[in-house]
């Protein structure tokens, strides 16, 4: 069974743990987030990255640790993987990501373009007016 620090294997009747040799570590510090970047090698020396997402927290009486979320990404989902992730902060990256609404569609009729409220007709009030009346 495979865990965070590397596998169980049976030597001699008993279980051992044996640790994973991490083969390049990459770390990101963003903010309250630190992400993690690790190739490792299978008993069979295929690369695999792991990505841990750490979070320091505040748990029950002040005592703080680390919530941790770890995704394993093997070597054949490599390119679809970054694709995605590449499509993903693009459609970030382009002001599109901002807000999650539709694009409205385009008037079918002249009569409801008539129809549309112009927002000019509402940016023009002062935060002084607020209060009078």
Known sequence: MED???????????????????????????????????????????????????KKRLGKEGKVFYEKHKIFLYKEDFEKF???????????????GVLNVP????????SQEDETIKTEEFTDIEFDDLGKK
């Open 82 to 96: 970054t694709e995605g992730l590449k499509d993903a902060v693009t459609y970030i990256g382009n002001g599109k």
């Open 103 to 110: 694009e409205p569609l385009p008037a079918t009729s002249a």
């Open 4 to 54: 965070e620090t590397g596998t169980k294997e049976t030597v001699n009747g008993s279980e051992e743990k044996v640790q994973r040799e991490e083969i390049f570590t990459r770390v990101v510090r963003a903010g309250k987030r630190t992400y993690f970047f690790d190739v490792k090698a299978t008993r069979k020396e295929d690369y695999y990255l792991t990505i841990t997402e750490s």
